[in-house]
Nanobody
C-alpha cells in the first residue's frame, strides 16, 4: 500500500525559506496526483499545492502562489515543497498526500511535518 513520509519541517523567521520533502513508496500506478495540504488546530485541512504524475501545470492555493513551488524527482520517488517569503499564517502541520483519482479525492496521507514561522 502507499506510504508517504514527510521531512524537513522546522522553525523559521518570517520572510525566510524552508524546503520540505516527502518520499512515496508502494505507488503501483503511473497515473496519480500528489501534493501538499496543511492544517492548524481548530481548522480544516486545506490544499496547498499539487501536481499530476504525468506532468502539466501544478495547482496552487491562492495564498501561496508566487511564494511556494512544488516539484518532483521521479527517480527518487520524492516530492518537494520549496517555501519562500514565509509568513506567520503559513504555520501549520504540512501533509503529503496522494490520489489515483483527481485532486478532489486525496486518500493517502503522511503523518505530517510541522512548519512554524515566527
Amino acid at each position: 500500500h502507499v506510504q508517504l513520509v514527510e521531512s524537513g519541517g522546522g522553525s523559521v523567521e518570517a520572510g525566510g525559506s524552508l524546503n520540505i520533502s516527502c518520499v512515496a513508496s508502494g505507488v503501483t500506478r503511473n497515473a496519480y496526483c500528489i501534493g501538499w495540504f496543511r492544517q492548524v488546530p481548530g481548522k480544516e485541512r486545506e490544499g496547498v499545492a499539487s501536481i499530476y504524475a504525468g506532468g502539466g501545470r501544478p495547482h496552487y492555493d491562492d495564498s501561496v502562489k508566487g511564494r511556494f513551488a512544488i516539484s518532483r524527482d521521479n527517480s527518487k520517488n520524492m516530492l518537494y515543497l520549496q517555501m519562500n517569503s514565509l509568513k506567520s499564517e503559513d504555520t501549520a502541520l504540512y501533509y503529503c498526500t496522494l490520489t489515483y483519482a483527481t485532486r478532489a479525492d486525496f486518500g493517502y496521507w503522511g503523518q505530517g511535518t510541522q512548519v512554524t514561522v515566527s
